[in-house]
């Protein structure tokens, strides 16, 4: 069946990093888009980055995290990642990967990011 698994959450001082992965199994991952997306405590989930699943087309930024994270995929390894680097406080949220292709949408079940010192 299909799976998303986020790992590598955790507790960051400000001004630290992470490296968030996504391991996907169960479709073609490689024929995805990928994306991440985050949700603070009430407030909406909002798109982080997304990576296409063509090399042709650029990656996309949330206004908030350009210039500080970078979204890549390992099509090998079927996995998406997220590089998390000057973290602010209000990076802190659950953090969930996302696979879409057409009508297909699968998503993980979150990682919990706390920025705090």
């Known amino acids: 069946q299909v799976q998303l698994v986020e790992s590598g959450g955790g507790l960051v001082q400000p001004g630290g990093s992470l490296r968030l992965s996504c391991a996907a199994s169960?479709?073609?991952?490689?024929?995805?888009?990928m994306s991440w997306y985050r949700q603070a405590p009430g407030k909406e989930r909002e798109l982080v980055a997304t990576?296409?699943?063509?090399?042709?087309?650029?990656?996309n930024y949330a206004d908030s995290v350009k210039g500080r994270f970078t979204i890549s995929r390992d099509n090998a390894k079927n996995t998406v990642y997220l590089r998390m680097n000057s973290l602010k406080p209000e990076d802190t949220a659950v953090y969930y990967c996302?696979?879409?292709?057409?009508?297909?949408?699968?998503w993980g079940q979150g990682t919990q990011i706390t920025v705090s010192s």
């Open positions: 996302r696979a879409t292709m057409y009508k297909y949408d699968y």
């Open positions: 990576i296409p699943s063509f090399a042709i087309i650029s990656t």
């Open positions: 169960g479709f073609t991952f490689s024929s995805y888009a």
